[in-house]
């Protein structure tokens, strides 16, 4: 499976941002798909995740502010970010897996870079 992120970029505090994420190849169409994103001297955390049903899960620090997307006949899954704050900046990436069988199926992007200037 290849993830093709795109979408990140420079922003000021307050703006708004859209990533997109693009799977292809053995898609499981049963997987989750969702963001995590990794600041410089930190782990790599989770953003917000969607199945393929809709049910979404987000990171406390994102809640009501970004909002997780998912196209299942393109295999795409989007990430809108309003309201950015410097402490939003930070790798983004992908990731499809499958629920209790990550080590079959977990795959990741390659990440595009957030910045959030105050």
């Known amino acids: 499976v290849q993830l093709q992120a795109s979408g990140g970029g420079l922003v000021q505090a307050g703006g708004s941002l859209r990533l997109s994420c693009k799977a292809s190849?053995?898609?499981?169409?049963?997987?989750?798909m969702g963001w995590y994103r990794q600041a410089p001297g930190k782990q790599r955390e989770l953003v917000a995740i969607?199945?393929?049903?809709?049910?979404?899960n987000y990171a406390d620090s994102v809640k009501g502010r970004f909002t997780i997307s998912r196209h299942n006949l393109t295999n795409t899954v989007d990430l809108q970010m309003e309201s950015l704050k410097p402490e939003d900046s930070a790798v983004y990436y992908c990731?499809?897996?499958?629920?209790?069988?990550?080590?079959?199926?977990?795959?990741w992007g390659q990440g595009t870079q957030v910045t959030v200037s105050s």
């Open positions: 990731r499809a897996y499958l629920a209790g069988d990550t080590n079959n199926y977990n795959y």
């Open positions: 190849g053995r898609i499981i169409t049963r997987n989750i």
């Open positions: 969607v199945t393929r049903g809709g049910a979404t």
